[in-house]
């Protein structure tokens, strides 16, 4: 990405050095997209400023997506967000004075900080489910039963004299064998995976996500520890409603409520795919 940048960075320069001013835009426009802040932003801005109209708009509309999706994850908690709103702002404001190239490179700003936003309150999100996943894991757990006490193994008669026998009336005592503990059950081991997922999010440990999710991409794991960088405090909250098993196919369905650097989220309903391979259970994906 850094050779890219310099890249379009040099070719926007000679492109207005030779005087192709469309050529030097869209040059431009392609160093902001990576690096709004970039110095020949500064540069250049003033001079091809009537070429940027259209690059103002589609920025523009690119951070109204940014925003919806931003909201429709619950982020308007995070301290992201209302930074982001704040440069959305004053690139509006830039724009109404025709201010192209300048709003295009806050506008670009806004719409990476609104992705922050929500990237982070998507774990956020997750880390709540995984919390109340644990407790319910927890909770669902047999209380364990006192074993019978055994009894002490009778001492045998001396060759010359025959055992004793109890008295009329009285039956022998026959010692019972105890039944050995029970494997857990796929029930049980689901339970742990989704317990095993909110660890993971709320200790910010990527290698233990990558354990019960195993096919999260590379792309989906840079994203998950720019998230868990963004978030300074969360408490998850899972209730799991129901566990239904398939053979080696599993679906849990959580009532979920977290609590994101101290402010409650809207309680949200949400459904766990997981699949057995190798006689181990883990995470396919995550829906509504």
Same mark, same amino acid.
């Given at each position: 990405?850094?050779?890219?940048l310099?890249?379009?960075?040099?070719?926007?320069?000679?492109?207005? #050095?030779?005087?192709?001013? @469309?050529?030097?835009? #869209?040059?431009?426009?392609?160093?902001l997209?990576?690096?709004?802040?970039?110095?020949?932003?500064?540069?250049?801005n003033?001079?091809?400023?009537?070429?940027?109209? &259209?690059?103002a708009?589609?920025?523009?509309?690119?951070?109204?997506?940014?925003?919806?999706? @931003?909201?429709?994850?619950? &982020?308007?908690?995070?301290?992201?967000?209302?930074? &982001?709103?704040?440069?959305?702002?004053?690139?509006?404001?830039?724009?109404?004075?025709?201010?192209?190239?300048?709003?295009?490179?806050r506008?670009?700003? +806004?719409?990476d900080?609104?992705?922050?936003? #929500? #990237?982070?309150?998507?774990?956020?999100?997750?880390v +709540?489910?995984a919390?109340?996943?644990?407790?319910?894991?927890?909770?669902?757990?047999?209380?364990?039963?006192?074993? &019978?006490?055994?009894?002490?193994?009778?001492?045998? /008669?001396?060759?010359?004299?025959?055992?004793?026998?109890?008295? @009329?009336g009285?039956?022998?005592s026959?010692?019972?064998?105890?039944?050995?503990?029970a494997a857990?059950?796929?029930?049980?081991?689901?339970?742990?995976?989704? /317990?095993?997922?909110?660890?993971?999010?709320?200790?910010?440990?990527?290698?233990?996500?990558?354990?019960?999710?195993?096919?999260?991409?590379a792309?989906?794991?840079?994203?998950?520890?720019?998230a868990?960088? +963004?978030?300074?405090?969360?408490?998850?909250?899972?209730?799991?409603?129901?566990?239904?098993?398939?053979?080696?196919?599993?679906?849990?369905?959580?009532?979920?409520?977290?609590?994101?650097?101290?402010?409650?989220?809207?309680?949200?309903?949400?459904?766990?795919?997981?699949?057995?391979?190798?006689?181990?259970?883990?995470?396919?994906?995550?829906?509504?």
């Amino acid at each position: 990405a850094l050779h890219e940048l310099e890249a379009a960075a040099g070719e926007a320069r000679e492109a207005f #050095r030779r005087g192709d001013t @469309a050529a030097a835009t #869209r040059a431009l426009g392609r160093v902001l997209a990576i690096d709004p802040r970039h110095p020949v932003a500064g540069e250049l801005n003033a001079a091809l400023n009537q070429h940027f109209r &259209a690059q103002a708009e589609e920025a523009r509309a690119r951070m109204a997506r940014a925003r919806g999706e @931003a909201e429709q994850a619950r &982020a308007r908690s995070i301290e992201e967000f209302p930074q &982001a709103a704040r440069i959305a702002d004053g690139a509006d404001e830039l724009l109404r004075k025709g201010q192209f190239a300048e709003a295009t490179q806050r506008f670009l700003e +806004a719409g990476d900080a609104f992705d922050r936003a #929500r #990237r982070a309150a998507e774990v956020a999100a997750a880390v +709540a489910a995984a919390n109340a996943a644990r407790a319910q894991t927890v909770q669902s757990l047999p209380s364990a039963r006192p074993s &019978a006490p055994t009894s002490a193994a009778p001492s045998l /008669a001396p060759p010359s004299q025959a055992p004793s026998l109890p008295p @009329a009336g009285h039956p022998l005592s026959v010692p019972v064998a105890v039944p050995p503990a029970a494997a857990p059950g796929p029930e049980s081991s689901v339970r742990h995976v989704i /317990a095993d997922y909110a660890r993971a999010i709320e200790t910010h440990d990527v290698a233990l996500f990558k354990t019960i999710k195993p096919d999260l991409s590379a792309e989906d794991e840079k994203r998950l520890q720019e998230a868990f960088k +963004a978030i300074q405090s969360q408490q998850v909250g899972i209730t799991i409603d129901a566990v239904e098993i398939d053979g080696a196919q599993a679906m849990v369905r959580v009532s979920r409520r977290d609590t994101i650097n101290g402010k409650p989220q809207r309680p949200q309903q949400q459904t766990f795919r997981l699949a057995q391979k190798g006689g181990a259970w883990s995470i396919q994906s995550i829906g509504q």
